[in-house]
């Protein structure tokens, strides 16, 4: 069978949305206001203080889903600076941690509301 090229979906238009969706309310946007691009310093990854090595990432997040979720894209290194000589012990393409944390009512502290680890399935 023979896709034609009109027939091909792309995939990044059909993902992406302008905004939020007007079906949620401002009050219930939890996540609208990482939307953009930011530049992260990696302190600490795979259980390894990095500090030494001036780690730089980038995280991209955007309203996704006709403005119903926000989705979000972690690269470490930046994408300007991978090349094919980059550090493959530093890439965990079978697994993943991820923690979320909460700041507290007093504007200081910091709350693990959740710790996942992840393992790709085989099947």
């Known amino acids: 069978m023979t896709v034609k090229m009109d027939e091909r979906v792309d995939f990044h ?42 780690m730089r990432g980038e995280v991209r997040a ?3 889903l ?3 979720a926000v989705q979000d894209v972690w690269i470490m290194p930046r994408g300007s ?24 009512p007093d504007g200081t502290a910091w709350k693990l509301e959740g710790e996942f680890r992840a393992t790709r399935r085989t099947r």
């Open 13 to 54: 238009s059909r993902l992406a949305a302008p905004g939020r969706s007007p079906e949620i309310p401002a009050s219930a946007d939890v996540y609208g206001w990482l939307c953009g691009s930011w530049e992260l310093d990696v302190l600490h990854y795979r259980a390894i203080d990095v500090r030494g090595r001036g």
């Open 62 to 64: 955007g309203w996704v």
């Open 66 to 68: 006709e403005g119903r």
């Open 81 to 104: 600076e991978r090349s094919a000589n980059a550090d493959k012990t530093m890439n965990t393409p079978d697994s993943f941690q991820w923690r979320g944390e909460a700041l507290q």
